[in-house]
């Protein structure tokens, strides 16, 4: 090791570029006999090798650590001329097969060593500030070498691992990874395209669901995913190698799982999920969009998001005496979370008993938290027939892609592991006939003309050249590229979140949370609308002019209870009361609600996924479930008359 010390950091590349003026100047100047001349032309070619010798093993060692010993690393710099990426996975695929094994078990490690797909991380903003769709694809030069992969996307910050492209899949877009998002001619008419037909034969038959992490902060939820990934193959042996190697030396050696998915330095430092971290994987029968939503009080909002374009959760409970009850009982996000989901809309929900190695395994803890759990579950109004428990460990893969081998475990449970039960999700049926909708949850700059907005599309489908209104700002533009998963596309559908490459409109107008519609079937957006709300856990009475955070779709808008219409029974919607002078604990009440700036909505009779909401106190985060009733008041609010005027002829 220490041999190495003094040549560190040395550029080699720049004295092998130096070589030739170096030669043709000692010839000139001080005639040197031949003899001697090609002494120093080996010396030079020695040292210039030995050179590229050492730099290579700085790289490898910068990706291993000091975990793997010098000579091994030679070796292998040697076998593959000082090629550190084909060295780095000769070794990594040595140490997977040989005693090496990374800090979790290694029994079931994938297959597919060759299809390293590193997970890209969307992140789903609230703040707006960071976005990337997508994933790091690997770009494969002629002779099979892999290059390093190219970032495509925004998010410079990000730095990318090389990877292999999947095979079976190869990637429309890889091949100039600095060119703005690709539009290809659309082939079809949107009148000719059997929208159905189309999404039977995408993915290879396989629908697209989209899965939400949830549950209280510590939980294991980061550890978990990023673990089942890692085991899946979606993340390579070398990045995960370098997460290891980075949080051991940041003395958080335990979350290097959790690290595929807390992408941030300041998620990392804290050791806490912030934003919604978006990524992809696949089981056998379905692509799966996995959001991992923070467990902190302090990012509800940012949960709500993620929870809102979710169409299935899996809820991670820390099975830990004391822990399970702290997230549970004590003002914990358990419940809120399994609260916020179940109204958000989702109906089948997998329980990871997760940190099992904590209790030895024990029936009875698992069965403790089942029973508690799950008279809590049916409460939130999830049928007992839709929610699945699976004891796991998160840190050492146990019961996530392949069944448990731990006797302690295997002697009473024989149920499905965490992917199965994920496969085994029933897919939800999809608005695809209905007008088009898609909440923007980012806006961003790419290269190019236009910008590029995500989000989820709720109804309908769109196709490349289509015009869509932007609800608000009510302004049009055209849609130049669809990308999905960071595959150009021609068209989208409902349940798919995709980028949007637009032209025609200036970025200034878009913001998180606006709608972008069909434009001969817009969605209205409004300032006053009534709605029936659920009250859930409520500390303080709701009065005529309470002030709250209307959470809907991608969107946090400050609003107020305008006025208190009637309370409800419960079961049969019956009026008990009109005017009531305030609202309590487990009422469902109608009542109007004015907002600050216009939000784009549509009743919950039409578009369920586009009628419902969250609303929250502002003073405390106690959350209720409302749909909106009734649209009241939708006003002109664009700046130029040219809409104004059309908003008006619209009203
Ligand atoms: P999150 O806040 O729910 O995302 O939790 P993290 O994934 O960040 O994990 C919090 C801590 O719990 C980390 O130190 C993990 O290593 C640890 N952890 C996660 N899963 C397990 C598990 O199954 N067993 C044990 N013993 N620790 C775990």
Redesign the pocket.
């Known amino acids: 090791m220490s041999r190495h010390r003094n040549v560190r950091g040395y550029n080699y590349d720049e004295d092998f570029e130096d070589d030739d003026m170096y030669g043709q100047s000692v010839e000139d100047d001080y005639c040197i006999s031949p003899f001697i001349y090609s002494l120093v032309l080996i010396f030079l070619f020695v040292c210039v090798w030995t050179g590229r010798l050492y730099s290579c093993l700085d790289q490898m060692r910068a990706v291993l650590g000091d975990s793997i010993p010098d000579s091994t690393l030679t070796q292998a710099a040697l076998k593959y001329d000082c090629d550190p990426h084909r060295a780095l996975d000769f070794i990594l695929t040595e140490e997977n097969t040989n005693a090496h094994t990374p800090p979790a078990r290694t029994n079931s490690q994938p297959d597919r060593v060759e299809a390293e797909v590193v997970p890209k991380v969307a992140r789903m903003t609230v703040s707006g500030k960071k976005q990337t769709m997508g994933f790091d694809v690997r770009s494969v030069e002629e002779n099979g070498i892999v290059a390093p992969s190219v970032r495509r996307g925004p998010s410079p910050e990000v730095t990318a691992a090389p990877t292999t492209e999947t095979p079976s899949k190869p990637s429309a877009v890889n091949e100039d990874s600095t060119a703005p998002t690709p539009t290809r001619p659309t082939g079809k008419s949107k009148q000719q395209l059997n929208i159905h037909a189309e999404l039977e034969k995408r993915q290879g038959g396989k629908p697209l669901l989209n899965l939400v992490v949830i549950?209280h902060?510590?939980?294991?939820?980061?550890?978990?995913m990023g673990h089942l990934l890692y085991l899946l193959g979606n993340v390579n042996k070398r990045t995960m190698h370098k997460y290891e190697q980075e949080s051991k030396k940041a003395g958080k050696a335990?979350?290097a799982y959790?690290w595929v998915l807390d992408e941030t330095g300041e998620e990392r430092n804290r050791?806490?999920?912030m934003d919604v971290g978006m990524t992809k994987f696949e089981t056998d029968s379905k692509v799966i969009t996995l959001m991992d939503a923070p467990?902190h009080k302090d990012f509800i909002p940012n949960m709500i998001t993620g929870a809102a374009q979710a169409d299935v959760a899996v809820l991670?409970v820390d099975a830990s005496r004391g822990e399970f009850e702290a997230g549970f009982e004590a003002g914990g996000q358990t419940r809120e979370h399994g609260l916020l989901v179940r109204s958000l809309g989702v109906t089948q929900l997998a329980v990871a008993v997760?940190?099992m190695?904590?209790v030895n395994w024990q029936q009875e803890r698992f069965q403790e938290i089942v029973s508690k759990l799950g008279h809590f579950l049916k409460q939130a109004g999830f049928k007992d027939s839709d929610v699945f428990y699976i004891p796991t460990?998160?840190?050492?893969g146990e019961n996530l892609t392949t069944r448990s081998e731990v006797a302690d475990l295997t002697a009473w449970y024989t149920g499905p592991c965490l992917l199965e039960q994920i496969d085994a999700f029933k897919p939800p049926q999809r608005s695809v006939e209905k007008p088009f909708r898609l909440c923007v949850s980012d806006v961003f700059k790419d290269q190019g003309s236009g910008f590029c907005v995500t989000g989820k599309i709720e109804a309908g489908f769109i196709q490349t050249g289509d015009k869509v209104l932007a609800m608000p700002p009510n302004e049009t533009c055209t849609v130049k590229g669809i990308t999905l998963h960071d595959e150009a596309l021609d068209w989208a559908a409902a349940g798919d979140h995709v980028s949007l490459t637009v032209t025609g409109m200036d970025i200034i107008k878009i913001n998180v949370g606006c709608i972008f519609c069909d434009p001969k079937e817009p969605i209205r957006a409004c300032t006053r609308f009534r709605a029936r709300i659920l009250l859930f856990n409520i500390e303080v009475p709701i009065t005529q002019g309470f002030p709250v955070l209307l959470h809907y779709q991608t969107v946090s808008e400050p609003a107020t209870i305008r006025k208190l219409v009637s309370v409800l029974h419960k079961s049969s919607g019956e009026v008990l009361k009109k005017k009531p002078k305030c609202l309590s604990k487990g009422q469902n009440a109608v009542v109007e609600i004015q907002t600050q700036r216009p939000v784009a909505l549509e009743l919950y009779k039409d578009y369920k996924e586009l009628g419902r909401f969250i609303i929250s106190s502002l003073l405390h985060l106690c959350c209720h479930f409302g749909k909106c009733l009734l649209v009241l008041s939708w006003k002109p609010f664009s700046t130029t008359e040219h809409t104004k005027k059309k908003c008006e002829k619209k009203n």
């Open positions: 549950g902060v510590d939980a294991g939820k980061s550890t978990l335990s979350f959790a050791g806490v999920t467990g991670v997760n940190k190695d904590q460990s998160g840190l050492s």
